[in-house]
């Protein structure tokens, strides 16, 4: 099994940045795909940004290209989500996801393991 655990969420203002971090524990290495998803309410949960193990293929919401960047770092097991410029429609519950695919995908249901969730808030 996985487990994934989020962090950093908060409340600021438009234009602010954020950094999300979401570690993975358990077998880990069968986890190659991870990624970042976001819900609001009354709204369908949301693809944000996805990056393989290398690190070197990700993908973007367009909504958040240019003001989001996803990261990793495999010795610590954890994916980032560093959010900068964060508008008022960015506000929602942000998820931390993985699979062991080996693909990229923006759909949920690709994803087998999920953390809690962690709020991030944006006041206009």
């Known amino acids: 099994q996985v487990r994934l655990v989020e962090s950093g969420g908060g409340l600021v203002q438009a234009g602010d940045s954020l950094r999300l971090s979401c570690t993975a524990n358990?077998?880990?290495?069968?986890?190659?795909?991870m990624a970042w998803f976001r819900q609001a309410p009354g709204k369908e949960r949301e693809f944000v940004a996805a990056?393989?193990?290398?690190?070197?293929?990700?993908h973007y919401a367009d909504s958040v290209k240019a003001r989001f960047t996803i990261g990793r770092d495999n010795a610590k097991n954890t994916v980032y989500l560093q959010m900068n410029d964060l508008k008022f429609e960015d506000t929602a519950v942000y998820y931390c996801?993985?699979?062991?695919?080996?693909?990229?995908?923006?759909?949920?249901?690709?994803?087998?393991?999920w953390g809690q969730g962690t709020q991030v808030t944006v006041s206009p």
């Open positions: 990056l393989q193990s290398t690190g070197s293929n990700t």
């Open positions: 358990g077998r880990t290495f069968i986890t190659n795909v």
């Open positions: 996801a993985a699979n062991s695919l080996g693909v990229i995908s923006t759909q949920p249901e690709r994803y087998r393991y």
